[in-house]
């Protein structure tokens, strides 16, 4: 029964929708895991909401119903690798992931972006234009 269910995704405004099964064939992924993902639901819209960058979890969600993983040209490996653990996809698949992309692999996924405030939030800013509003009006 609760794999045909219908579930709704809204990632910073762009929505998803697919059968709750496609979630589930990844269980060790913060999708794929009722429990831990129900701290995202919104009651009021029926939906799962994620503050997180919009053109990644394309990609994500695409990865979720084909399981191939392929990060769009416009998004930079970090960004991308950075939304990868956000969804905990599993250190296999990002360290392949960043092998695939000519990252060395026995680097600390850490390392892609300041874990520190605000220096992670004033880098996204500068760096990444694409990563929020407020990084495409500091980029204008």
Do not use: C
Not at 14 to 33: A, I, R, S, Y
Not at 66 to 83: C, M, Q
Not at 114 to 134: K, N
């Amino acid at each position: 029964k609760r794999l045909g269910m219908r579930v709704k995704i809204n990632v910073s405004g762009l929505k998803f929708e697919t059968k709750d099964g496609v979630f589930l064939q990844h269980p060790q992924t913060l999708m794929g895991d009722i429990a831990r993902r129900q701290q995202y639901y919104n009651d009021e819209k029926e939906e799962f909401f994620f503050d997180r960058h919009r053109p990644s979890f394309e990609a994500i969600f695409r990865y979720y119903q084909t399981g191939n993983l392929v990060r769009p040209s416009n998004i930079p490996v970090d960004i991308f690798a950075d939304e990868l653990r956000f969804f905990d996809l599993g250190d296999d698949l990002i360290l392949d992931f960043l092998d695939s992309e000519g990252y060395p692999v026995d680097r600390p996924l850490t390392d892609l972006l300041p874990e520190t405030e605000p220096r992670r939030t004033i880098w996204l800013l500068f760096d990444y234009p694409d990563s929020s509003v407020w990084a495409k009006i500091v980029g204008l």
